[in-house]
């Protein structure tokens, strides 16, 4: 994707992260599943001490490569970050899932681990793909001949399900898998954690974006692409109850 990562990236995803993150100066910064640490340079920019994490050592590297001198980079798994090296609890003012969180299995050690790394008060922002509209496989744009008019078709949605990928890549090609969930499960899984959702995005690519570029395949605007998620550390746990009432109920399937 380059050291900037890609247009949908730069243009869309990384401008609602920082929107939600509300970064100050002085404040840290954790980038759960940070790949290539494109966000690295947005972060310092904002006065941040930044921190990616990430499962690939070899995505670490380039990112140690690329970014090295805006933050730190440490291999870990998102599932178990206090056994990762360097990092401790309650260290950060904000974390974030920039594109990631549907690329990891399980969401409720994910999530619990992300708030195990938040201070009170912090904030956690995922940003995904928007999982109502956007179901890889499941989910395309049709035309209606008799309306005349450009519709979303979704032929599965509250099924989670997990989407086997192969990425071309410089040298060769690679699988990935990514996980698709109802809205429901990133909802109730950020309460399970003990995290209140104070703030949602829902970013739409404009249909004609300047010149008629790839953007043009996108619908009237009028459905998301992205979907992005703002919580909050507040309190203890047994302040919040997490895990009780609807949370609980919602996500025994
Ligand atoms: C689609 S990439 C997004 C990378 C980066 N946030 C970005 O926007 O460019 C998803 C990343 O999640 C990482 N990942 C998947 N499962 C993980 C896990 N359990 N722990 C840490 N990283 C993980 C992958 O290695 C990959 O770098």
Redesign the pocket.
């Known amino acids: 994707?380059g050291e900037r990562?890609g247009e949908h990236?730069r243009r869309f995803?990384v401008p609602a992260v920082l929107e939600l993150l509300e970064l100050r100066p002085g404040e840290s910064l954790l980038?759960?599943?940070?790949?290539?640490g494109?966000?690295a340079p947005h972060a310092a920019a904002a006065g941040a001490n930044y921190t990616g994490?990430?499962?690939?050592e070899r995505?670490i590297r380039l990112a140690r490569r690329r970014h090295g001198r805006c933050g730190r980079f440490l291999i870990?798994?998102?599932?178990r970050l206090r056994s990762t090296p360097g990092l401790e609890a309650a260290a950060f003012e904000a974390a974030v899932f920039?594109?990631?969180i549907q690329?990891?299995d399980d969401l409720e050690a994910?999530l619990a681990s992300a708030g195990w790394a938040l201070r009170l008060g912090g904030r956690l922002v995922l940003l995904m793909r928007h999982p109502c509209f956007r179901i890889p496989r499941q989910s395309g744009w049709g035309w209606d001949r008799s309306r005349k008019l450009e519709y979303r078709r979704i032929d599965r949605y509250l099924s989670p399900l997990h989407v086997p990928n192969r990425v071309e890549l410089r040298g060769g090609s690679a699988r990935t898998l990514s996980f698709h969930r109802p809205l429901s499960d990133y909802v109730n899984g950020v309460a399970t954690a003990g995290l209140v959702l104070d703030g949602m995005r829902e970013i739409a690519v404009p249909r004609w974006d300047g010149e008629r570029s790839r953007f043009a395949r996108e619908g009237s605007g009028e459905i998301p692409l992205f979907l992005g998620l703002r919580a909050l550390k507040l309190g203890t746990r047994g302040e919040h109850r997490p895990g009780s009432g609807l949370a609980r109920h919602v996500t025994s399937r």
Do not use: P
Request: aromatic fraction near 0%; charged fraction near 20%; charge should be negative.
């Open positions: 994707m990562g990236h995803a980038d759960i599943g940070a790949g290539q494109v966000l994490v990430d499962a690939s995505l870990g798994d998102a599932r920039l594109l990631s690329d990891m994910v």
